[in-house]
């Protein structure tokens, strides 16, 4: 989808009518009129920020892209909870900085340098009540622009620390840019069969990195190397318990159309999140960085020592705001999809 044509889509979610018919279908009873309303006002909310947002300086145009981001969290949240409305959610992002006065301590040069290694924690508020809602799910793509299923994770507990470098190296749209300075932790994963007999396997796995293959042999899975080739595999029990966190690429899509699967080595807090969860923490880092440390974040795209991180900045930013809305409205379309599908 276009941009364009994903925007026009979301403009559904601000049609009071609309909304109603969505929740009927997706809960099976009546969405009250306060609620409806709550939920276009978000969505409107939402394309504003957007709209600003893209025509905004880089000096304030994360910190709107990531308002933006909630606003549209918010009224997917309200849109997918059985009951309750905007008075229910925990006040606060869901996120909070941990000690980033002293990662970027020093000279604005030094401080710089150390973006990577800035830490977020998440907490109560709209980031868990959004992963919550949405199940904490996946649209799995398998070679096709359609969705072939959903893969729910766990719910995350609270109080996991997060570190910038954790989600670039790990965010398969931002390698072009990471992979000169970084080690990359995902990798193009194809010919993926499961089976409640056989298990789940992945017959190749292109050039994976060396983290990314032990962090899941490390999990009980078994592993097999050959010519850059790998090649891992386990029991249908053990794929249960211990899933794959798995991303897909939406900017470089095959054939402009097809999301592209990369499998992905866990956090270090070993928590799994959705796609969604991924763009939503970092949009919030570029968000807050812009908002708390303007010095930081202007010397940043100004250029000079240290600015290395920069064109790494500059594309998960055109990341989030392309790919957020499209995960949405996809997540949306599809549930309502699998609902009708349930009733028939």
Known sequence: M???????????????????K???????RELNSQRATEITCAAKQAREYFRNAKQADYTVRSLLTFYGIACL????????????????LTKGHGLQVLDWSNTLSGDIDNGIKNLKNLKI?????LFENFI???????????????????????????????????LISRIPDLKDDVEPFFE??????????????????INRICKPSLSLTESYKSLGYTTAISNEILCIECTSELFCKNLPQFLHSYVHKQFLSIPV???????????LYSEMGYCYMMSYFMGMLSRYYPTHWISLINGGLGDYMWPIINRAQNYVEKVFPELIIEYIQEKIKQALNHDS
């Open 2 to 20: 276009t941009e364009q044509e994903i925007w026009q889509k979301l403009r559904a979610l601000e049609s009071f009518d609309i909304v109603k």
């Open 22 to 28: 969505w929740f009927k279908v997706l809960h099976n």
């Open 73 to 88: 969290s918010r009224a997917t949240t309200l849109l997918f909870r059985t009951s309750g409305g905007e008075g229910t």
């Open 121 to 125: 924690a998440t907490c109560k508020g």
């Open 132 to 166: 919550q809602s949405t199940n904490n799910e996946i649209c799995m793509h398998l070679n096709s622009s359609n969705v072939d299923w959903f893969l729910p994770y766990k719910i995350p507990a609270p109080n996991k620390e997060i570190s910038l470098y954790e």
């Open 184 to 201: 990359i932790k995902h990798a193009v994963a194809d010919s993926i069969t499961y089976s409640l007999e056989n298990g789940f396997k």
């Open 261 to 271: 699967i990369h499998i992905i080595a866990p956090l270090e807090c070993g928590e």
